[in-house]
Every structure is written in structure tokens, then in C-alpha cells.
């Protein structure tokens, strides 16, 4: 079972035309444990996004976003009814190991990840055997990583602080949720 990778789903013309229009909405810097998180988020969904001991409160779909939204399903399938979009300032940002697992999230669907901005490693393992076993993409801006249904209960994923400078990067990552009532 493997993501599939498309290094440019998006132009470079198109990737600053979306980065532009995400930089303005509401972010957030949460806090994990008093800590502030190493990035800022923006949740656009059914309803709050409970994660982490943390809530996003949901954001209005943009019409810029919508139309990724539906430019991925047209391509990929899938029915996909929000984003988290998260932002790394810098080198120092960056996501630790975790599963899009949570229990609302439905893991019979994909997770397609866009990235825009400042390149980044994205690393992939498995949970249970062989954590060594890790594999790199490098996520460029206009990428697109799919990870299938079902990845997220086998692998885990992390963007790693970056050992060299660089400058931000925004990934928009689409997944669909269950009813609020399941
Ligand atoms: O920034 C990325 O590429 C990964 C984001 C991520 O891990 C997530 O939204 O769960």
C-alpha cells in the first residue's frame, strides 16, 4: 500500500495564486501540553475538529479552496468534506509522528495532502513492524500526496524540523469526517 505522488498537480503560476489566497485566513498557533504547537492551523469541516486534547473550531470553505477540493476528486475520486491547512513559519515548524486516525475521521476514505511554498521532507513508516523502514517524499509546492484508505491505520507520517533554513510552507490536507452523530 503506497501514497501515490504527483510532484506537480498544480503549476507554479497556480501554487502562489492558492498560497496567496490561504495566507489570509484566521490561523492559529494551539497548545499541546502548554507548549505552543510548532505551526498554525485552520480547520474548514462539518463541525469542530477535536484532536490532540485540542478543538479547531471549523472556518468557511473559500471558493479557492473548494475548487482544489474539487480538482482532486475529479482526478481521484473521493468525497471529501474538509481541510486542515497547516502553516510552517519556517525550518524550526514541523508536524511529529501521528496516524490521521481520529475517530471521526472515515478510514475508508483518502487523505489527499497539496503542499505550497518552501519545499519539505515528509516522512513515511509503519506503525507496528520495522519503524527503520521509513521512506521520504519531498514535498514540492503543487504537490499532491494521496495516501489510499486504510493507509493511516498502518503507517504514521511526520514533517521533521528542516536542517537547513527555508522559507514558509502551507499544506492543505483534504479528508472526509463522519457524521457528527457516528
Ligand atoms: O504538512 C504536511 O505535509 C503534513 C500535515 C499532517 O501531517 C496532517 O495534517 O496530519
Redesign the pocket.
Known amino acids: 500500500m503506497n501514497p501515490v505522488f504527483v510532484e506537480s498537480f498544480l503549476t507554479p503560476p497556480e501554487a502562489e495564486t492558492l498560497l496567496a489566497s490561504v495566507q489570509g485566513l484566521c490561523w492559529t498557533r494551539g497548545k499541546f501540553r502548554g507548549h505552543p504547537v510548532p505551526?498554525e492551523e485552520v480547520w474548514i469541516g462539518p463541525y469542530a475538529y477535536k484532536f490532540s486534547g485540542r478543538t479547531l473550531e471549523p472556518a468557511s470553505w473559500t471558493p479557492e479552496v473548494e475548487a482544489i477540493r474539487d480538482r482532486i476528486r475529479a482526478r481521484f475520486g473521493g468525497d471529501y468534506n474538509s481541510v486542515?491547512l497547516?502553516r510552517?513559519a519556517n525550518a524550526q515548524d514541523s508536524?511529529s509522528w501521528?496516524s490521521?486516525d481520529e475517530q471521526k475521521m472515515d478510514s475508508n476514505h483518502p487523505?489527499a495532502?497539496l503542499?505550497l511554498g518552501a519545499s519539505?521532507a515528509?516522512f513515511v513508516r509503519p506503525i507496528t513492524k520495522n519503524k527503520k523502514a521509513v521512506q521520504t517524499y519531498i514535498?514540492t509546492s503543487g504537490s499532491l500526496?494521496v495516501m489510499p484508505a486504510g493507509f493511516q491505520q498502518r503507517y504514521q507520517?511526520?514533517?521533521p524540523k528542516s536542517q537547513t533554513p527555508c522559507g514558509s510552507?502551507v499544506?492543505l490536507?483534504f479528508r472526509r469526517m463522519n457524521s457528527e452523530k457516528d
Open positions: 505551526r486542515l497547516n510552517y508536524v501521528h490521521d487523505i495532502s503542499s519539505r515528509f514535498l500526496l507520517h511526520c514533517v510552507r499544506n490536507t
